[in-house]
Each structure stands twice: as C-alpha cells, then as structure tokens.
T-cell receptor, first 116, second 115 residues
Framework: AQKITQTQPGMFVQEKEAVTLDCTYD???????LFWYKQPSSGEMIFLIY??????QNATEGRYSLNFQKARKSANLVISASQLGDSAMYFC?????????????FGTGTRLLVSP | DAGITQSPRYKITETGRQVTLMCHQT?????MFWYRQDLGHGLRLIYY???????DKGEVPDGYVVSRSKTENFPLTLESATRSQTSVYFC??????????????FGPGTRLTVL
C-alpha cells in the first residue's frame, strides 16, 4: 500500500499568489514525522519543513507552512506569496517512528510552475 | 564545509559492467542512505546504514551492493548493470543530534545511464 500520496502531478500558480500542494499519508504508527523537500531543476534535494505527529501546532518556516490534519492524514504544504524561484518539484515524505532509524518514504512529487 | 558529495556526477556504462558510485560526507553523520529517483516513483530507498559496518536493505535492493568501512563513505556498487538501473542516484545522511527533525541531507546526485 502506498504510504505517501501526492495526487497533483503538476500545479500552476501566478507569482505572489499562494499555492497548496497536497499530501496524504498512511501509517498505523502513532509516532511519525512528515517532511517536505524541494527539488529545483538543478537536481539537489532541499529540506523545507517538518511536522511531528505529536506537534500541536502547524509547522511554519518563512513562506512555507504545513497544514497538518491528523484525523484526515493529510500534510499539505502551503507556499505563500509564490516567487519564480519556487518553480520546482516538491516531495512529501514520511518517517515512521519519532527518533532512531530515519528511513523516509517519499511520494511521487508535484511539479510546481510559478508564472510571472 | 564540503557537506555531502557524490562522484561521478554523470556516468554512462554498458549492460553487464560493474559500476561503483561514491558518496562522502564530512559531518560524521551516523546514518547514510542510497535512493534512486525515477519518473513516477519519487525516491525509493535502495540501502541504508546506521553506522560503519552496519547496513541493511531498503525497498529496492536487488542488483546493488553497499559497504561502509568508514563513517564518512558509503559506496554503492552495481555488480552487473542492467538498463533498468538507469536512474538518478542520491546519497543522503542524517544524524540523531537534530531530533526530532533528523532531516536527511542529500548529495547532488549521480545520473547513471546503462546502455
């Protein structure tokens, strides 16, 4: 069974607009972590934001925020005030377990294109 | 601060040849990982290592071999390359010192083509 699902292969947004990238996950472990990574056209993987399963508040990092809805098992990434440099692939990933071995399971990614 | 490096960055080889992809990190992270990235699959874990001399299989280990004699190095060997192993390979490392994040830091990737 797929553990991380990203249903949007591609998304378009205009510069300065906000955009939400969807991610749903499946786990029976009460302790887990959710990550978002950005992969620009240059190819490197850049860590953006983390949400722990016990975190009471949604994670935020600058223009990135994570809309964490535990009961729905969703962890959507919200990018506010999009910039041209936000054009990239975005991957959602999950780690089961709070600490210890940090194996990640990735979704298939969403390609975001920001237009002027 | 070199971080995590991979070599070569690009490699073309032929079916049946042995290929070794190198990964080196300067942070002394305990954990190291090898992923492959293919269109429609995202990143899939091939092998991982929790420390020197401790390795284990991931989701797609068939056709690959790893070793980790030193903390900083984690080479990935394709014993007899096949066309289905054409992919982009990422090495990553992480450490428990940044709990609970323990995010993985990725190398720049190696694009491997098997003809």
């Amino acid at each position: 069974a797929q553990k991380i699902t990203q249903t949007q292969p591609g998304m378009f947004v205009q510069e300065k607009e906000a955009v939400t990238l969807d991610c749903t996950y499946d786990t029976s472990d009460p302790s887990y972590g959710l990550f978002w990574y950005k992969q620009p056209s240059s190819g490197e993987m850049i860590f953006l934001i983390y949400q722990g399963s016990y975190d009471q508040q949604n994670a935020t990092e600058g223009r990135y925020s994570l809309n964490f809805q535990k009961a729905r098992k969703s962890a959507n990434l919200v990018i506010s005030a999009s910039q041209l440099g936000d054009s990239a692939m975005y991957f959602c990933a999950m780690r089961e377990g709070y600490t210890g071995f940090q194996k990640l399971v990735f979704g298939t990614g969403t390609r975001l294109l920001v237009s002027p | 601060d070199a971080g995590i490096t991979q070599s070569p960055r690009y490699k073309i080889t032929e079916t049946g040849r042995q290929v070794t992809l190198m990964c080196h990190q300067t942070w002394s992270h305990s954990y190291m990982f090898w992923y492959r990235q293919d269109l429609g699959h995202g990143l899939r874990l091939i092998y991982y290592s929790a420390a020197a001399d401790i390795t284990d299989k991931g989701e797609v280990p068939d056709g690959y071999v790893v070793s980790r004699s030193k903390t900083e190095n984690f080479p990935l060997t394709l014993e007899s390359a096949t066309r289905s192993q054409t992919s982009v390979y990422f090495c990553a490392s992480s450490d428990t010192g940044r709990a609970p994040y323990n995010e993985q830091f990725f190398g720049p990737g190696t694009r491997l083509t098997v003809l």
